[in-house]
């Protein structure tokens, strides 16, 4: 039991070392620590932990431009998160992976992925990743260039940015909307 519990304190330490390099922009040295947090989760067998680091893992690829290698990851933290039925992480995964078809122009792959998550997100409560969300889903119908539903989800978003005072979300809503 103990070998466990050291296992996994020392695989959340290299998370959380990973994390505050990627913040940092040390992309290698978070890369090398989420790497290693993910052997340890590995060794352990959990796959909530195991499907966060690929997530982890998959967002320093995105923040670094590589979108297909971002994609396997975001795709096999998907898979085991549906493995275990975590709604919030089947909405990040899916989240994560409308991002990135919405940077390459895939808007029907996009939208279909932030629905899915939308959904989720509602469904469990997050109301600071409805907003998000709400939000993303109108940039691809203006890329769409179908305004009145761009609109519609703007709308809906400054009104959860407002309802839980997100003052970024208020603003990056307006300005949505006045650019239409």
Do not use: C, W
Request: hydrophobic share 35%.
């Amino acid at each position: 039991r103990k070998k466990i519990g050291d296992k996994l304190g020392t695989a959340n330490s290299y998370n959380n070392i990973g994390i505050n390099n990627s913040y940092l922009g040390n992309y290698p040295e978070a890369l090398e620590n989420h790497l290693a947090s993910l052997a340890l989760r590995e060794e352990i067998g959990d796959k909530n932990t195991i499907a966060d680091s690929y997530n982890s893992i998959g967002t320093i690829y995105y923040d670094q431009g590589n979108y297909p290698e971002a994609m396997k990851y975001f795709f096999t933290s998907l898979a085991l998160e549906e493995e275990t039925g975590d709604k919030r992480g089947i909405a990040r995964a899916t989240g994560n992976i409308g991002n990135i078809y919405n940077i390459q122009g895939q808007y029907e792959d996009a939208l279909k992925n932030y629905l899915v998550s939308l959904k989720l997100r509602e469904e469990i409560g997050d109301k600071n990743a409805v907003a998000i969300m709400t939000s993303n889903i109108g940039n691809v119908y203006d890329q769409l260039e179908r305004h009145d539903e761009a609109l519609k989800h703007y709308f809906a978003s400054y009104k959860m940015s407002e309802v839980i005072g997100d003052k970024e979300g208020i603003a990056a809503s307006l300005h949505n909307i006045g650019r239409i």
